[in-house]
């Protein structure tokens, strides 16, 4: 088959005219890129941005006139191209991804086949993508050439890869924005000069700008994937004795083996996560500087490892408030040694918590700002299990202002005592410790409503009985809509004076004509929104990136995204990917 020469290649989608949403000349695709540098250096903007600050900074370009309105998504592609360019310099080229459309292919030429994963491309010489796969792959690149998210976020998913040099067309840029900014990777888009899926073309110059881009020697994310194991091995039982002693009495022993046993261990990885991205954008101005606060890695797993014991104390307790009988699916500890014992155990592991931070070797103001911080939370929790507790023995129509009152309370503090002592060893400043506490109160409270909101579209009975059981939101904003004569069956339901089978059919009857679920889940996506938005006024890209990937992560919000076509042709989601199960 003949060989075209690269000029060729190129031109052959060239032939089309260039989208009138992109500028036409080479030149003026680059000036702009350089009035959009200039602007996010200017305001000092750092990733990931949310859809709502993208385009609030591209209505004020357009606005001052730097950038005309036809141009206005290409300019949404350049700021979050800016604000990603610096973090994708940092991370090896062995940890990047280079993501092709199939429709830079002669499709008539073309001998490549296509599977499940897109296409493989035969080496032929009928278009670019060979060209682009080679010199992407010397330098070490793993390279797609496929449309859609799932193979990607996979990736992402995994840690294999860390950055994404993407092409496509505006048409799919405009929608992957909300995806790379839930996964907070950091990409640069390159896009074809024109929109469709044939005979497309690009600068070819600027994707391989794009992909030599290399600051080598400076500091970046680090692997969280690696992290969260090395997290794991800390509650191994050698991992537990390292820093807890030997055993000695049975008390110590139920309790260690408690801090064994299965979880997700969000709350101790949040605290390294913290640590780790907050120091890594601190050491080279420290370096600078002569000094380093850098703490060792027995301290951070001492740490880590008192964060778990509070958690692990609040579950013994709750399982006895709440008379569970199983967790992580075997019997509950009251269930197994009684409830007095448990009682023990679980306040020896805060005991344990206190005293593990007491150890750390840190400077004095920082260990008693950790203890505080404890202490709070532990108070703060306290309140909110209470105010349930005392609904419990006195069951009353709550407002849906109360229940959110007690989601904060019960549920905030777990995150943030994590995320602050993280800080705190970091040594990061008051304003991000505050935003830490901002982003806690929010991530609780919607965490807690995802859980109402996976109960109501439940289908079992119990899953209803469960949401009259304690304070929860669905019937709170149900009560508040229902007329009077709703409100007594829900008040009956409530007092118990119901069986639960009678009960569960009152509550989903009353949740379904008042429309309660879709108002909690407003109020879910408003919580979340809350918990982006706080970190605003993080500028530690890492630490960013990380604090915006648990909120992606607690609430599964990345679902698959198809090609162009299907957006072109009516079938793609412009409101963004929501998927509300349970983190």
């Avoid at 404890?374 to 703060?380: E, F, K, Q």
Wanted: overall charge negative; hydrophobic content about 45%.
């Amino acid at each position: 088959m003949e060989r075209l020469t690269e000029s060729e290649r190129v031109m052959r989608g060239a032939a089309r005219a260039v989208d009138e949403a992109i500028p036409a000349a080479k030149a003026d695709r680059a000036r702009l890129r350089a009035v959009v540098r200039r602007y996010v250096e200017r305001e000092g903007l750092v990733g990931p941005l949310s859809d709502k600050q993208l385009w609030g900074h591209v209505e004020r370009l357009v606005g001052a006139g730097q950038v005309a309105d036809r141009y206005r998504k290409f300019a949404a592609v350049m700021v979050n191209n800016e604000v990603w360019r610096p973090v994708l310099a940092k991370v090896p080229f062995e940890r990047r991804l280079l993501l092709l459309p199939q429709c830079l292919r002669d499709a008539k030429r073309c001998q490549g086949r296509i599977d499940q994963y897109g296409l493989l491309c035969a080496g032929c010489g009928s278009c670019i993508i060979e060209r682009l796969v080679g010199e992407a792959q010397r330098l070490g690149y793993a390279v797609l050439v496929a449309e859609g998210s799932p193979v990607v976020m996979a990736l992402l998913e995994s840690g294999q890869v860390e950055a994404v040099v993407g092409v496509s067309c505006l048409a799919v840029l405009e929608k992957v924005f909300c995806y790379m900014e839930a996964a907070a990777a950091p990409g640069l888009a390159i896009p074809l000069l024109q929109d469709g899926c044939m005979d497309t073309s690009l600068d070819v110059d600027w994707l391989r700008e794009a992909l030599h881009l290399s600051e080598a020697g400076q500091d970046r994310l680090g692997d969280l994937v690696g992290l969260y194991g090395q997290v794991q091995e800390w509650f191994e039982p050698a991992g537990l004795a390292e820093v807890l002693g030997p055993g000695g009495s049975e008390t110590e022993e139920m309790a260690r083996v408690w801090l064994g046993k299965a979880g997700k261990r969000w709350r101790p990885f949040l605290a390294a996560c913290v640590y780790a991205t907050a120091r890594a954008g601190q050491l080279s101005r420290e370096e600078r500087d002569g000094g380093s606060n850098e703490a060792g890695g027995g301290t951070l797993q001492k740490l880590a490892v008192a964060v778990e014991c509070f958690h692990k104390a609040s579950l013994i307790h709750d399982d006895i408030e709440d008379e569970d009988r199983e967790r992580y699916g075997e019997p509950t500890l009251h269930e197994e040694h009684g409830v007095a014992v448990a009682l023990n155990v679980g306040d020896f592991l805060l005991g344990e918590g206190y005293r593990l931070i007491g150890e750390l070797e840190v400077a004095s103001a920082a260990r008693v700002a950790m203890l505080q911080v404890a202490a709070t939370g532990h108070r703060t929790l306290c309140a909110g299990q209470g105010a349930e507790l005392c609904w419990r023995r006195d069951r009353r129509a709550l407002s849906v202002a109360e229940v959110v009152e007690i989601f904060r309370l019960k549920t905030a503090p777990a995150f943030e005592v994590a995320l602050r002592l993280g800080g705190i060893l970091a040594g990061v400043d008051a304003l991000t410790l505050g935003v830490l506490g901002r982003y806690s109160e929010a991530l609780g409270v919607a965490y807690q409503i995802q859980d109402d909101v996976a109960d109501g579209r439940g289908t079992g009975e119990a899953a209803w009985a469960e949401l009259a059981d304690r304070p929860t939101l669905l019937p709170a904003i149900a009560y508040e809509r229902a007329d009077a004569g709703g409100r007594e069956q829900l008040e009956q339901a409530w007092r118990g004076e119901l069986n639960q089978t009678e009960g569960a059919a009152i509550l989903q009857g009353a949740i379904g004509r008042t429309g309660a679920l879709a108002e909690a889940q407003r109020l879910l996506d408003r919580y979340k929104d809350e918990a982006v938005g706080a970190l605003a006024s993080v500028h530690e890209a890492a630490l960013k990136m990380v604090l915006r990937r648990v909120v992606t992560k607690v609430f599964e919000d990345v679902e698959a995204m198809g090609c162009c076509d299907e957006y072109q042709a009516g079938d793609g989601d412009s409101s963004g990917p929501i998927a509300d199960t349970a983190g």
